[in-house]
């Protein structure tokens, strides 16, 4: 079975820290640009973070540069979101999304709900 699965999600008060995972089953993401997605309460999903197939090169949503860092493990199939300085503002259900490099081919996760609270 082809799918994304996203863990790590919870609870964290405000400048506390959490490592998202984006794990991949019957395919390799070597192939595949990465991107993590957030999408709030009441408002429309928006892009995070992003790493390149090939390339590895990464980029990172204005809110976001100097606290979150994506990293990809090929050895583990597995894309991991660190979230660092959280922010109330950063609660959302996160995704992880998959592009193929070679066809249009693409893999959303099922998302993880990160909650920014005291």
């Known amino acids: 079975q082809l799918q994304l699965v996203e863990s790590g999600g919870g609870m964290v008060q405000p400048g506390g820290s959490l490592r998202l995972s984006c794990a991949a089953s019957?395919?390799?993401?070597?192939?595949?640009?990465i991107s993590w997605f957030r999408q709030a309460p009441g408002k429309e999903r928006e892009g995070v973070s992003c790493i390149g197939s090939s390339d590895g090169l990464t980029y990172y949503e204005d809110s976001v540069k100097g606290r979150f860092t994506i990293s990809r493990d090929n050895a583990r199939n597995t894309v991991y979101l660190q979230m660092n300085s959280l922010k109330p503002e950063d609660t959302a259900v996160y995704y992880c999304?998959?592009?193929?490099?070679?066809?249009?081919?693409?893999?959303w996760g099922q998302g993880t709900l990160v909650t920014v609270s005291e």
């Open positions: 999304n998959a592009k193929s490099r070679f066809s249009h081919v693409e893999y």
């Open positions: 019957g395919f390799t993401l070597n192939d595949y640009a």
